[in-house]
């Protein structure tokens, strides 16, 4: 299970921004949200908790929620100064490096992969087929 620790280190949060209490409501509660997505047989799997890509899914929800409240706490501000002016780019991950995902698509990226993977561990294929609806001339049948 994710450790206020792990956040801590993980999302380079120091103890003057966010203090133990916040975080492990941060962790209680997502750890709900994304349970809840991933439906009944995850809740009754207790080894999920302890899962690698859990843990990850769990971090990036939380970086994705801090983003949308305080973007300077995830994403710190880049300033220059040259001569006389000033720029400021408040996210880093947008326009300043080119088109880099944010946490919000990390965490939808994981949450499928794991609802994949518990679904395999459920003895559920999964098949998913992309762009079968744009082909020209393909029917349906």
């Not at 509660?29 to 690698?52: F, P």
Request: negative net charge.
């Amino acid at each position: 299970m994710l450790q206020v620790d792990d956040v801590r280190k993980g999302l380079r949060i120091d103890d003057d921004e966010l203090d133990d209490e916040d975080i492990k409501f941060y962790i209680n509660r997502y750890t709900r949200v994304i349970m809840s997505e991933l439906g009944q047989t995850a809740k009754q799997n207790s080894d999920l908790y302890n899962d690698a890509m859990f843990e990850e899914c769990l971090l990036a929800l939380i970086a994705c929620q801090l983003s949308r409240t305080d973007i300077e706490m995830i994403h710190s501000p880049a300033e220059y100064k040259v001569g006389d002016t000033t720029l400021k780019y408040n996210n880093t991950s947008m326009g300043l490096y080119g088109s880099i995902p944010s946490w919000c698509d990390y965490y939808k990226s994981l949450l499928s992969a794991l609802s994949d993977k518990n679904s395999e561990l459920q003895n559920v294929q999964v098949f998913r087929r992309h762009g079968m609806s744009v082909r020209r001339k393909w029917w349906n049948i």
